[in-house]
């Protein structure tokens, strides 16, 4: 077997254990505890059962929950997607455009979705709500990754074809194209990351009965924390397995790169 | 009339860089542009292949003024320029590619020129997978390739380990003896001018003037410790001023 296999393997063997070893700590530490507000482990678990089969206090269920957040991040996350590439390339190839407006742009870019709240309670209502409020979350990483892609170019590779008398779409084509995309990806997936962050604050003033960040409201009203903390894992490991998949297809698809950073 | 004529002065903002740079490149040698470093020979590369404007004066191949749309132009970078989301092959295609050459044809002509400059076998390698001393004999075999009428190598081995640059002057003597085309060397190093070239100019410092050119009639693979060798790069040092 390969040294890179057996890492993985041994890595892998490593994970469980400590995971093993976390949930221990936790049980003794509730146990210890023995208080109503510290679930043990197995109350949590017994929650999590409960929530997929039955679902919640009204009967809604654990996975139309999660559904019903994906739909929403995956939305907003679209539009991000489709406003945020586009004026990041436009920004990045005048670089006059954005030197003109980053006065402004800047410190909008600092301002965290949460504190938009108030405003989207006056000014919005419903699904356009917490759909702004992702897209918040999803806009500046794909943005500024994509101005800074452009400007990242290397000008050898530009001359290489140039030299050679190449055309302006074939130098698009092959050259810039290639260049931005992972950088692209790079804001895709942060942005992703956030939106996803996102969930609990944009489902507490949207007003809709289902979603993961819903349901922790709820139970957090009812003081029933193990329910709770089943929401919180649910929404870590989501965004965790969505972060995977991305970073594996990006690995795939740039396995001309050297090894990506997470 | 000469193959190449360069007529040039290039002035960036109130610094002049070159002042009225001028030269001719016949047809199949082997000329050598020597300098000390900042002297702006990298300018007078850029100018000649189209890469950069010049403030005034022209470059002309047969008469024409240089354009790389219209003539057959290659350059080797100072820096590694290998296009890292392409495979060996697919980089050294891009020069046939823009020219529109027929797949086949261009196919082989760049296998024979990997197996030319030793890489054969690493058709299927990205750049990343490659040493820099690789990723410059892909810029060399990317150069040639095309067949171009004016071959411009800039410093092609400034950013390789002296064993390596070594061996790689040897290396583009073998190719330029097996694929006789017009090529204009750039480089600081005296000696590697004077084992390379069959003719060298000698350029001064900031502001760019031509100090001496020399024709080298010694034979292919050049002795280092030969008494003209050694004449030669004397004078050259006089020439470019190295020793201040």
């Known amino acids: ?262 | 009339m000469a193959f190449v004529t360069v007529d040039i002065s290039k002035r960036f903002g109130k610094m002049d860089v070159l002042r009225d740079v001028r030269f001719t490149v016949e047809e199949n040698e082997f000329l050598v542009i020597v300098g000390p470093t900042g002297c702006g020979k990298t300018t007078i590369a850029n100018i000649i292949a189209g890469v950069e404007p010049c403030t005034s004066g022209a470059v002309t191949i047969r008469g024409e003024r240089v354009d790389p749309k219209k003539h057959n132009l290659s350059f080797v970078f100072q820096e590694p320029s290998c296009v890292p989301w392409k495979t060996l092959i697919n980089d050294v295609l891009m020069g046939p590619e823009i020219k529109n050459t027929p797949r086949e044809q261009a196919r082989r002509r760049a296998s024979e020129i990997i197996e030319l400059v030793g890489l054969a076998g690493f058709e299927n390698y990205y750049s990343r997978q490659l040493s820099g001393g690789m990723q410059q004999r892909v810029a060399i075999a990317r150069a040639y390739v095309t067949d171009p009428e004016l071959l411009i190598m800039d410093e092609p081995f400034g950013h390789l380990d002296a064993q390596t640059r070594y061996l790689m002057q040897g290396e583009i003597m073998r190719i330029w003896q097996q694929e006789h085309k017009t090529v204009v060397f750039i480089t600081n190093n005296i000696e590697e001018a004077v084992f390379l070239a069959s003719r060298v100019i000698a350029l001064s410092k900031l502001p760019a003037t031509i100090r001496g050119v020399h024709d080298i009639n010694l034979p292919h693979p050049r002795n280092l410790t030969d008494p003209e060798f050694l004449r030669l790069r004397r004078i050259l040092t006089e020439q470019c001023e190295v020793t201040d």
């Open chain 1, 1 to 262: 077997m390969e040294s890179k296999q057996k890492e993985k393997i041994s890595s892998f063997i490593y994970n469980i254990l400590f995971l093993i070893a976390v949930i221990a700590g936790w049980g003794m530490f509730a146990k210890w505890q023995n208080s109503p507000f510290f679930p043990l482990p197995g109350e949590i678990y017994d929650a999590f059962i409960q929530l997929s089969t039955e679902g919640d206090v009204e009967g809604v269920a654990l996975s139309s929950h999660i559904l019903w957040s994906l739909i929403r991040i995956f939305a907003g996350f679209g539009m991000a997607c489709v406003t945020g590439i586009p004026l990041g390339l436009a920004m990045g190839l005048w670089p006059k455009l954005y030197n003109r407006t980053r006065a402004v742009i800047e410190p909008i870019r600092f301002i965290p979705p949460i504190a938009w709240i108030p405003m989207t309670i006056v000014l919005m209502v419903g699904f356009s709500r917490y759909a702004f409020l992702i897209w918040l979350g999803a806009f500046f990483p794909i943005f500024i990754n994509t101005l800074l892609s452009v400007t990242r170019v290397n000008p050898v590779h530009i001359n290489v074809v140039k030299v050679f008398g190449a055309s302006r779409w074939y130098t698009i084509r092959n050259i810039v194209i290639p260049s931005v995309t992972p950088d692209i990806a790079t804001g895709m997936r942060v942005g992703l990351g956030i939106a996803w962050m996102c969930i609990v604050a944009a489902e507490m003033i949207g007003g809709e009965m289902v979603g993961v960040g819903r349901l922790i409201l709820k139970y957090a009203e009812l003081m029933r924390l193990a329910e709770v903390i089943v929401g919180m894992l649910v929404i870590g490991i989501i965004g965790f397995i969505m972060n995977e998949i991305f970073i594996a297809v990006e690995r795939y698809l740039f396995r001309w790169r050297a090894e990506i950073s997470l």
